[in-house]
């Protein structure tokens, strides 16, 4: 066992003074939070994964964040109001916030940060997120200078921001770690070694201690944060662990106090023996394949929907995921009050059909037994999407398609798509940002650094325009976003397999780790006894 992981107890030995007994020192309270993967980078402008999103959760506090359940509280911003046509915010920013180095966090730190997301010399991934914003696209694209963008400070504790049209989902989306203000002063300062333990400068309830690739992220508590006389936890450790099984065996030893994904081949078992410690339900996701739409053959439409109608959903579900996944068949997931997923056509046939038609176009196309189309899947480590490509590779065996497999650790899985790497198909998964369809769909217009499919639709990508010009009319807005979907399934832009439900184990000496449709749970509102 590492040293970080033992909770370090000051002295606890009694002292008789004045014929009074002194009380024991208070032992440091430390949660160990396992990780099925490490963070990439804590530069909250340069990720795009959940697991950066939990250790910037902790680091970094946003205009608004989400408490223990996922609902919206005040964060940098202890108030605002919005204009009447729905396109103005005006934030007011309380006294107390201040960065970690004790420097009061301003308006114009925020004004900063914004510039930097949309600024294409950053290469942020999630610049197209912030899209709404006026002005955001085009400083994204290099036709308009960061100063034109859509945010001003009307003084130190003031933010305007301004949209080009209503979003309903604004402020959700500003809980983002990509909405999160970033130091000016010690990125101007230190460069590229900002981000470095020590020297990182955030605000929120924890600082970065230590980082030891592959073994953990320290985090100690911020005494600066604005809240943190109830932050009841002192030091966070995340501890970064791809191999689930050995996970569980870290869990049932005391050196993991959760862990954010089971190895669901064993869910039966671990149930058992683990009782309601196992924490399964479901949650804003969808499990989906990218198919590298701009690369012969796979720029072939019908090619790519012969593909996703052969594989087996319902296998998939059931017996690689143990019914801990739901069939997929929508980039959507259900779940979002008021707006229907568009599923694929096929959705209500027979797998038997699916796979007799799915025969039929390969056959046309060329391919069969006798001349069999070479596919490789890429997905990153883990026993449950390693279980779920070879499953994919036996279904896929009989109409002709060989399948290759090639597996890398998440890091560099996720890096290889994001650079826009050569390969085939690749293994992803989309996790809610914000409970509105548009983040499952905005990831695949051609701007968004997470379009891994490199899929260029010019009809998409009207329907996604016009969806965002009806924000101040939700039902219209959601009635265009259900003509995008439709386009991007019935074009498979992506190849959508399984709707997520969260797979957490947490023992029951967590308080405050509560489970929600967003799987988010701030370590500032968990304690431990």
Known sequence: MHKFLRATMLATSLVVAGGAFMTPAI????????????????DPHKTSTVYEAHVLRDLFEGLVMQDAKAELIPGVAESWTVSDDGKTYTFKLRENATWSDGSPVTAEDFVYSFR????????????????????????????????DLGVKAVDARTLEVTLKAPTPYFLEMLTHQAAYPVNKAAIDSMGADWIKPGKLVSNGAFTLAEWVPNDHIKMVKNPKFHDAANVKID????????????AMKRFEAGELDSYDDLPTEQLTDLK??????????????TYYYAIKTDKAPWDNVELRNA???????????EKVWNNSMF?????????????????ATFADKSQIDREDEAKKILEKLGYGPDKPLKMEIRYNTSENHKNTAVAIQEQLKPLGIEISLLNTDTKTHYAHLEQKGDYDVARAGWIADYQDPETFLGISVKASGNNYSSYNSPKFEEAMAKAAAAGGNPEERFKLLGE??????????????????????VSPKLVGFEDNVMDVHPSRFISKS
């Open 272 to 285: 058992a023996k683990f009782g309601d410690q196992i924490r399964v339900a479901p949650y804003l996701g």
């Open 27 to 42: 032992a440091e309270v430390i949660y160990n939070r396992g990780s099925a993967a490490e963070p990439e980078t804590v």
């Open 484 to 505: 995008a979907e439709r386009i991007l399934v019935d074009e498979v832009g992506n190849i959508p397999l399984l709707h997520y439900s969260f797979h957490n184990i």
């Open 307 to 317: 593909v996703s109608m052969a594989i087996d959903r319902d296998f998939l579900a």
């Open 327 to 343: 069939p997929g068949y929508s980039m959507v997931p259900p779940g979002i009050q008021g707006y229907t997923s568009a599923a």
């Open 116 to 147: 930097r997301l949309e600024d294409p010399a950053t290469g942020a991934e999630y610049a197209s997120m912030l899209y709404p914003i006026a002005n955001a696209e085009e400083v994204n694209s290099g036709k308009a200078k960061p100063e």
């Open 235 to 246: 030091v966070v450790n995340f501890i970064p662990t791809e191999d689930r099984s050995s």
